[in-house]
């Protein structure tokens, strides 16, 4: 098939988990005879250095004129003075709401030759797979803001068919896979949480009866999160919940660098980058984990190009890399020499080559 995928590297450690995801995608056209067409554009404090703003028009329409959009990670030191005008996390939340992409898929799995690197125990972890759906494009991200004085204000919003739609998707996929939902809020405190909640039970209630729904208080969920994780199937949430309770859910899968993402609207198009951040700390030496962004590719292949034996064959390649103990850093046992970022990329196209 043919394919045109906008890339955006961003900052940080972004370009370099995305040139590893790129050298995926180059083995997977050439294996299964696909031409991807790879256009790349500025996004993040990349963006204002070059132009101005953190998601030029330019870039937007690249992105809008591809079937997908690989996407690093945005943000560093260097642009996060609290009073600039323009942040790098603008280009982000832009382009996600531009493309109507409101809701995201946060997979956490399990690979079981990484329990080391949990700082959980390891019968914790036994069994876990759970998908987040995280609505993206509501909530107190995208409220009015506001700044007088001594006061700040962020106002957090959300509609019936704001809920409805991110509802549907995640009980679609529960449908999919053990039956089992999740809805977590704060309907205790919250008035936008008790909309939620009554939107979700009339929802599965009227179309997903075959589907078992829960409520969880997002302060409940942090905990089970730990206490049980393997109880979970698919969690829904609202955009700030479902931020923070992935970053606690990587730790399951032992890294921030595990966990990919896809970003899906009513179309096809998605948008697809690891959950973790642009890790200035550890930008330009090589040895960031790029396995959550090669995974990432995966989910584009799967939901927007619509090829699943491909999405496959990445996914049991990358895990035929940590099968060899091919770990970077973050994943290393202490006292043994990590991986670097292209050694990590190596094993994986390595892999795929072989026919994972
Ligand atoms: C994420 C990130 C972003 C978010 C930041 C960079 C704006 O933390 O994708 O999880 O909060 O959505
Ligand atoms: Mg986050």
Redesign the pocket.
Known sequence: MRAAIAVLPGDGIGPEVVGEAKRVLAVVSEKWGHTFTLREALIGGAAIDATGSALPPETLEVARAADAVLLG???GPKWDDPRAKVR??QG??AI?KALGLYA?LRPVAVNPKLLHASPLRPELLVGVDMLVV?E?TGGS?FGDKLRDGDRAVDTCVYTVPEVERIVRTAARIARGRRKKLTSVDKANVLETSRLWREVTVRVMKDEFPDVVLSHMLVDACAMHLIRRPADFDVIVTE??F??IL??EASMLAGSMGMLP?ASLGEGKRGLY?P????APDIAGKGIANPYATILSIALLLRHSLGLEAEARAVEAAVAVAIDRGIWTADLAISGSAPASTTTAGDAVVDALRRGA
């Open positions: 990670a945005v943000g790098p996390e982000l939340l996600r995201n995280r993206l991200y955009n700030m479902g931020d992935t970053d993402s980058e959950i973790h951040g642009s």
